[in-house]
């Protein structure tokens, strides 16, 4: 409500309450014109802002709901963190972590004071909250008068009241601790104020025009700043920006206000919204905040020169990558499958009896060389597709959930899959095969080596596209005396080359 509403709605309470027979209509008649003054003036939210972490209080039918917006969402994402019974007095953001302070209640009347932090799943890519599934109780700030302001310093809460005499409260691990203040003036209010790279609690006061500050650097060591044209009438400080910003309220719209030590920058005004909103720091800029009529949050950026707020996006619930890993039980499921069928065969661990002289099981080099030459084609049609980099084909699906950045690599693996199958399928061999001088014969425990049938060089060319899908598969050919893979070892077949010949 505007000073010049809360003066008239306060001239004529009084006037109508010393009427005689009046007094209930007068009070009646100031509830009224609040009211309609309330309605004409969008309220301001409730919320809190570190730079990484955005907090807002959305009021619903008994309470409010707290929800969560953090710059790593990587897109117009938020999640709904916990509801309360009531509007929070306010809320302090620093890091990761938040303090909820309420209204005051009670005799003696207290200001309950709650914690939570977040974090984020590397895994997943979604936020949690300790503790789960309730908050952190600490302890209840005294409360003697008007609520003026709450700060945070990365360690400690702060707390200014307006009571006689005027007093800040610091939070210690188990009770609030008084601390002494530099002034005592009317109309000081407290707030995390900006100075580099550091957040620290500064009390605040307009003072003809300007902004006459207090930063707390250490125990009871304040260094007071005077701010020349940095304040106006109704001005509030900008939580989570990264640099000291202002926001002050003038008649038909809000202005962003920039103090610096040579001089004042003042944006544009801007027009005030017609929903509940706030004007929160998020990284290097700021945002708006509003919230619609069915509790949707949306967020819009304000441009750093003009102060002006582009097209709002509204916050949807953050969706979780959960189905994206289910591709790794599955091939954790195939892999162990096939290793069990692989041993259940149990194949010949020596050359049979009648291995002729003339061939040799392929080396392990040889093979990663014919394997390297059948995937050119693959890769080549991977880049051609997808115009990703030749380090992106590295990136397998068996170690990535993110399917966009796996595409290349199952992409070249799909293709030469296919590749193979033909090759081996109609002409026993592919080319990278013949360049090592390597054949796919048959093997089996007693009988003679001889030309792998049709069928079981199409399934070892199977098979070989599952190993490289789920390159664990691929060990067993390390360890086999014959350099047998699962495609080998389920097929019985071998990959020979023809034995060097001795001068």
């Known amino acids: 409500m505007g000073v010049t509403a809360r003066l008239v709605c306060r001239v004529l309470g009084v006037l109508l309450a010393r009427c005689s027979g009046l007094r209930a209509i007068g009070v009646a008649g100031c509830m009224v014109l609040a009211v309609a003054a309330r309605a004409d003036t969008p309220r301001e939210l409730v919320a809190a802002s570190s730079g990484t972490h955005v907090w807002v209080a959305i009021p619903i039918d ?6 969560h917006h953090a710059s790593a969402m990587e897109g117009s994402f938020c999640r709904s963190v916990v509801q309360l019974e009531r509007l929070p007095q ?61 700060a945070t310093d990365g360690s400690s809460i702060w707390v200014l009241q307006h009571d006689s ?141 003009t102060g002006s707020a582009g097209e709002a996006a509204a916050l949807e619930p953050q969706p979780t990558t959960t189905s994206l890993w289910l591709h790794l039980p599955i091939i954790g499921a195939v892999t162990i499958a096939m290793l069990l069928a692989g041993f259940i065969i149990r194949p010949p661990m020596k050359a049979p009896r009648h291995l002729p002289p003339e061939w040799m099981p392929l080396p392990m080099a040889r093979r990663a060389l014919a394997l390297m030459v059948d995937l050119l084609p693959g890769a080549g049609v991977s880049l051609a597709v997808t115009e990703c980099r030749v380090g992106d084909l590295l990136v397998m699906p068996a170690w990535t959930p993110d399917i966009g950045q796996s595409a290349p690599a199952a992409l070249m693996i799909a293709v030469a899959t296919a590749w193979c199958l033909v090759f081996e399928t109609v002409l026993s061999t592919t080319p990278g095969k013949r360049l090592m001088g390597a054949r796919v014969l048959g093997i089996d425990a007693e009988g003679p080596l001889e030309s792998a049938g049709a069928l079981r060089r199409a399934i070892r060319a199977l098979l070989k596209g599952v190993v490289l899908f789920a390159p664990a598969l691929g060990f067993l050919a390390f360890v086999h005396p014959l350099q047998q893979g699962l495609p080998e070892t389920l097929t019985r077949t071998i990959l020979v080359q023809a034995r060097p010949q001795r001068g």
């Open 165 to 305: 005499p005027m007093s800040l409260l610091r939070l210690e691990p188990t009770d609030w601790a008084v601390e002494p203040l530099p002034t005592e003036r009317a109309g000081t209010s407290l707030a995390t104020w900006s100075d580099g790279a550091a957040q620290v609690p500064a009390l605040a006061l307009a003072e003809g025009g300007d902004l006459l500050l207090w930063q707390r650097r250490a125990a009871s060591d304040w260094r007071e700043t005077r701010w020349p044209g940095a304040a106006r009438e109704e001005w509030s400080v900008v939580q989570g920006s990264s640099r000291p910003t202002l926001l002050v309220r003038e008649s038909g719209g809000l202005r962003i206000v920039y103090p610096t030590p040579t001089g004042v920058r003042m944006l544009a005004t801007m027009a005030m919204p017609v929903e509940p909103w706030a004007i929160v720091g998020v990284g290097d800029g700021l945002r708006l905040l509003t919230v619609a009529a069915d509790g949707a949050v949306r967020v819009a950026p304000i441009d750093p020169l």
């Open 62 to 67: 008994g309470g409010c709901k707290l929800v």
């Open 90 to 150: 306010a809320l302090v953001a620093s890091g990761s972590a938040l303090t909820i302070i309420m209204p005051a209640s009670g005799q003696p009347a207290s200001h309950a004071v709650f914690a939570l932090s977040t974090e984020r799943n590397p895994a997943t890519g979604a936020f949690f909250y300790r503790p789960a599934g309730r908050l952190d109780v600490l302890a209840s700030a005294p409360s003697g008068g008007t609520f003026a302001g709450a």
